[in-house]
């Protein structure tokens, strides 16, 4: 049976941390995955999740329904669309998922029941590389928009491709903080992507991972969300993971929500949900769900969460500060005022493949083979190190 297959190379950002754990140089720094970490360097429990775990302590081993937790979903729109039309018209269908790739893998499913006919998914260049395979496994045709240009953000590159998708095309969007890069549209950009989604008919997927992560603000950091579907009334999938916001990484608790044109599509679309759960996960998981639940509906546990993002995007945006002050103190060559520039979690550096091997070679520094450093793997007792180790790699 198994004599034509064919070895598939491992995820390049799980082998990051893999390498790492491996390697025994007390020295070492992961500034691989999309992870928080505190000043310490360790994995974070967020206050408002210890608050919200020890009221789920006892939720038991029952399955959730297939859509999954009714108080979540609920309360997971509310997060995002508060305020708008469809949120007060009931316009939103959704379904729990596992985390931001189970939702984004129903978006998929959900989309090609909708309509079997070939579809292209436009995805940034470059991008988060699990858009690639999600949906080239789902058997989209993946096709890439130019993103990054000059340290910034190739509007115009950008907007030359997506005129030419053809109606009917999926547009992956990354609602903030974009990853990579770091580098997210202006306001006025959106507006003109936004329109240009509207004239040609294009259904815009908003992957929503880093909320809270720009601004310390869900309300902020879903401007882009709210003007298409509030703003231009236009249909759109948003894709929610908890992972990164509550730190919850291994529970993969996600959302994925239809913005709908009437109140009547929401049945059918919460149906065709339920019907693409069932046959991929079936039921989806119950304790990441409760305390997410848990979190959201609580008042003064929300408080806190709103407190913890707040603590999470300053920390990073202080790492940001210190180590391109660091760099410039150092007179490391080049430009390096695109690190400050950047919002969210990651900075993309730009420093050569044999830089990075270097960096890794001689100073256990890991990461991306992109060139994007998670931020927040840097704290007051690596960033010196880190900034040293880039100007000696760039140097020599
Ligand atoms: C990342 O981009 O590092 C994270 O989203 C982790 C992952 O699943 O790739």
Same mark, same amino acid.
């Given at each position: 049976?198994? +004599?034509?297959?064919?070895?598939?190379?491992?995820?390049?950002?799980?082998?990051?941390?893999?390498?790492?754990?491996?390697?025994?140089?007390?020295?070492?720094?992961?500034?691989?995955?999309?992870?928080?970490?505190?000043?310490?360097?360790?994995?974070?429990?967020?206050?408002?999740? *210890?608050?919200?775990?020890?009221?789920?302590?006892?939720?038991?081993?029952?399955?959730?329904?297939?859509?999954?937790?009714?108080?979540?979903?609920?309360?997971?729109?509310?997060?995002?669309?508060?305020?708008?039309?469809?949120?007060?018209?009931? *316009?939103?269908?959704?379904?729990?998922?596992?985390?931001?790739?189970?939702?984004?893998?129903?978006?998929?499913?959900?989309?090609?029941?909708?309509?079997?006919?070939?579809?292209?998914?436009?995805?940034?260049?470059?991008?988060?590389? @699990?858009?690639?395979?999600?949906?080239?496994?789902?058997?989209?045709?993946?096709?890439?928009?130019?993103?990054?240009?000059?340290?910034?953000?190739?509007?115009?590159?950008?907007?030359?491709?997506?005129?030419?998708?053809?109606?009917?095309?999926?547009?992956?969007?990354?609602?903030?903080?974009?990853?990579?890069?770091?580098? /997210?549209?202006?306001?006025?950009?959106?507006?003109?992507?936004?329109?240009?989604?509207?004239?040609?008919?294009?259904?815009?997927?908003?992957?929503?991972?880093?909320?809270?992560?720009?601004?310390?603000?869900?309300? /902020?950091?879903?401007?882009?969300?709210?003007?298409?579907?509030?703003?231009?009334?236009?249909?759109?999938?948003?894709?929610?993971?908890?992972?990164?916001?509550?730190?919850?990484?291994? +529970?993969?608790?996600?959302?994925?929500?239809?913005?709908?044109?009437?109140?009547?599509?929401?049945?059918?679309?919460?149906?065709?949900?339920? @019907?693409?759960?069932?046959?991929?996960?079936?039921?989806?998981?119950?304790?990441?769900?409760?305390?997410?639940?848990?979190?959201?509906?609580?008042?003064?546990?929300?408080?806190?969460?709103?407190?913890?993002?707040?603590?999470?995007?300053? *920390?990073?945006?202080?790492? *940001?500060?210190?180590?391109?002050? +660091?760099?410039?103190?150092?007179?490391?060559?080049?430009?390096?005022?695109?690190?400050?520039?950047?919002?969210?979690?990651?900075?993309?550096?730009?420093?050569?493949?044999?830089?990075?091997?270097?960096?890794?070679?001689?100073?256990?520094?890991?990461?991306?083979?992109?060139?994007?450093?998670?931020?927040?793997?840097?704290?007051?007792?690596?960033? +010196?190190?880190?900034?040293?180790?880039?100007?000696?790699?760039?140097? @020599?």
């Amino acid at each position: 049976f198994f +004599e034509n297959a064919q070895y598939i190379p491992v995820d390049a950002i799980f082998q990051v941390t893999k390498d790492f754990l491996a390697d025994p140089d007390p020295r070492k720094v992961n500034l691989g995955p999309g992870t928080y970490r505190d000043e310490k360097g360790q994995p974070w429990i967020l206050p408002s999740v *210890r608050m919200a775990t020890t009221l789920v302590s006892d939720c038991g081993h029952e399955y959730l329904p297939i859509a999954g937790s009714k108080v979540f979903r609920e309360e997971g729109v509310q997060l995002v669309f508060n305020g708008t039309k469809p949120f007060s018209e009931g *316009r939103i269908a959704s379904c729990q998922g596992l985390s931001g790739t189970g939702a984004l893998y129903l978006a998929g499913q959900v989309l090609r029941k909708v309509d079997p006919s070939p579809k292209a998914v436009y995805i940034t260049d470059p991008t988060w590389p @699990n858009h690639d395979l999600l949906f080239s496994s789902m058997g989209f045709d993946v096709k890439y928009l130019p993103y990054y240009k000059d340290k910034s953000f190739d509007f115009e590159g950008y907007m030359s491709v997506l005129v030419t998708a053809p109606p009917g095309s999926i547009i992956i969007l990354h609602s903030c903080a974009h990853n990579p890069t770091g580098c /997210d549209p202006s306001k006025e950009q959106w507006k003109k992507i936004a329109s240009v989604i509207q004239e040609r008919h294009l259904f815009p997927i908003f992957d929503s991972a880093y909320l809270g992560f720009n601004s310390g603000s869900v309300n /902020d950091d879903t401007w882009a969300i709210k003007y298409f579907v509030d703003e231009l009334g236009l249909e759109a999938s948003i894709c929610l993971s908890f992972a990164k916001s509550m730190g919850l990484y291994g +529970e993969r608790i996600g959302l994925v929500t239809f913005v709908t044109k009437s109140l009547s599509q929401v049945d059918t679309m919460n149906s065709i949900l339920e @019907n693409a759960q069932r046959a991929t996960v079936s039921t989806p998981p119950k304790y990441g769900a409760e305390i997410a639940a848990a979190v959201l509906s609580t008042p003064d546990i929300s408080e806190q969460w709103s407190k913890d993002l707040i603590t999470m995007s300053t *920390r990073i945006k202080s790492m *940001r500060e210190k180590f391109y002050e +660091e760099l410039v103190r150092l007179d490391t060559p080049g430009d390096w005022s695109h690190m400050i520039k950047q919002t969210g979690m990651f900075g993309f550096t730009g420093i050569s493949p044999a830089q990075i091997t270097h960096l890794q070679a001689k100073y256990h520094i890991y990461m991306a083979n992109t060139s994007r450093i998670s931020i927040a793997g840097l704290n007051d007792g690596n960033f +010196e190190y880190v900034a040293a180790a880039i100007d000696d790699a760039v140097r @020599n």
